[in-house]
Nanobody, 120 residues
Framework: QVQLVESGGGLVQAGGSLRLSCAAS????????MGWYRQAPGKQRELVAR????????NYADSVKGRFTISRDNAKKTVYLQMNSLKSEDTAVYYC?????????????WGQGTQVTVSS
């Protein structure tokens, strides 16, 4: 298990930007794919971005493609989510997790997440 601590959320106007960070501690980080998820009130948690262990490949949900960018720094055991052109529908609690590289299933217990609120 690894402890995941998300940060960087906040209140932003529509069209604005935020950069989220997820710091991992305790165990191996660099061999795992990483994912950013979000959960809006009354909705299921959804995967919005994924990055491979070496950072060479990324995937995005259609709803954020072209606006969000996932990146990672394995030396710092940190994964980032740059969010631009934010919309009200991006309002959610954002979480990160290590992913099983074959199944894509999250590996760790969920952290506390970081709240992103976009005002229109």
């Amino acid at each position: 298990q690894v402890q995941l601590v998300e940060s960087g959320g906040g209140l932003v106007q529509a069209g604005g930007s935020l950069r989220l960070s997820c710091a991992a501690s305790g165990s191996i980080f660099s061999i795992y794919d990483m994912g950013w998820y979000r959960q809006a009130p009354g909705k299921q948690r959804e995967l919005v971005a994924r990055i491979t262990s070496g950072g060479g490949s990324t995937n995005y949900a259609d709803s954020v493609k072209g606006r969000f960018t996932i990146s990672r720094d394995n030396a710092k055991k940190t994964v980032y989510l740059q969010m631009n052109s934010l919309k009200s529908e991006d309002t959610a609690v954002y979480y990160c997790n290590r992913l099983n590289s074959f199944s894509g299933v999250p590996v760790d217990s969920w952290g506390q997440g970081t709240q992103v609120t976009v005002s229109s």
